[in-house]
């Protein structure tokens, strides 16, 4: 039941990091908590939704848009005019008359519509593919995470088993540090010799504290990569490395590279994309543009404050409204728009190139992975038949020590050896399964790993 509840949690996102007390994750469990709670993940979606609100202003342009306004104007001291006095029968002399009126109201309404905008039009197309690329970003982010994370669960799981290695050998010569003990007080051993088994079993503690100070280190950045709190207490299920025995041991399907797989190689064709439209932009401005307004006002003037007296009122209300067709012809600019049509070229051709490096990157990652792949099966063969031999070389010399036909640096030797066998070992299986986790990343199916 306890697993039923933690998997909803996984699914489901929410909070409640306390539930994870002692849980052990699986992969898939950890990748689908990550892609649900890694914080930088979160912040690269956010950039997706601010992508569709671009698309939205941009659309914008191509609406209606409609303006009101509306404006009261108290004239204190109005304008003088100086007007020949004939004009009101004062002939020979210059009248001051004051103009307008004290009081001035006028509500306005105007309305523009874009008839014909080439760089609107382009515009638009451009957002939607700019829309298109901020989702892709989120998909490489997605990637980065399940990758990054996949790592640190295959190294933290390997740290552990270095520990139970370590505490099968402290198990062993604390066994043999007993019997020696209880030899030297019977007279039957050399206390140097206990003295020597008492060195390496301490070795071996420290080799064991450190061993879980990496252990631990490990599972902080797993927690942190997942986005999970440091306080959360997690663990791994043992049944994880020996899946990794088990499948290393089968070959390996490489497939081969699809470059239209790889969100890498994807991104760079989208800014093409986007490049090429803003290079249309740039060319969109040697054309006309043809805007369509309309405007409408109602103004009331008056010397005395009283527009709003109704049939008392000395106001006089007039109502005006214009519609207008305006059309704009680019001539010369001073070859501006030509030098950004030039510099958009170039930028293409960069991200051609570019294109073509990634393409041999890319190609180069797979090559490399497949050829680490190859090597880690043969190493991780020749490292488990190094472990059995080192077993069985310790096992004869445990016999012959017991036996008082094998000396104590014998003994001492051969757990060494098979200590660094069987740590070898398990790098091994490591190494294999970050390089099949490259081989995964190349071929574009980081997200089958959710599976």
Known sequence: ?????????????????????????????????????NQQLARIRMEEDMGRFKTSEVRSKALPQVNASGQYTNN????????????????????LLEAGTTHNITASGTLTQTIYDQSVFTGLKAARAGEEYYSMQSAQSEETVIYNVTQLYYSTLVS?????????????????????????????????????????????????????????????????????SMTSSIDLPHTSFKEIESKAVAALDYGGVNLDNRIEYRLLKKQEELQEFQKKAYKAEYYPSLALAGNYSYNGIS??????????????????????????IPIFDGFARRSRVSQASVTLKELSKQKEETALAL???????????QNNLTTIQAQKENVDLANEVYNSTQNNYNLGLANLTDLLDSETSLTEAQNNYNEALLQYKLAELDIIKSNGNLKSLLN
Do not use: H
């Open 363 to 373: 190609n180069t990652q797979f090559e490399n992975a497949k050829l680490q792949v």
């Open 76 to 95: 204190i001291k109005k304008q003088v005019l100086a007007v020949p006095g004939e004009l009101i029968q004062e002939p020979g002399k210059t009248v």
């Open 303 to 328: 010397n005395k404050f009283d527009m709003f007296k109704g049939s008392g009122s000395t106001a006089s209300w007039y109502s005006m409204a214009n519609v207008s067709l305006t059309l704009k």
């Open 1 to 37: 039941m306890k697993r039923i509840m933690l998997t909803l949690i996984l699914l489901v996102g929410i909070g409640g990091y306390n539930t994870y007390a002692q849980s052990e994750l699986s992969l898939q469990e950890c990748l689908k908590y990550a892609l649900t709670n």
């Open 160 to 228: 552990r088993e270095k520990m139970i290695v370590l505490d099968a050998n402290i198990e062993k010569i604390g066994k043999l540090v007993a019997t020696t003990g209880s030899q030297v007080e019977s007279g039957l051993a050399r206390k140097i010799d206990l003295d020597r088994m008492r060195v390496n079993l301490t070795n071996y503690k420290t080799q064991r504290t450190q061993a879980q100070n990496q252990y631990l280190v490990q599972l902080n950045q797993l927690k942190q990569q997942m986005g999970m």
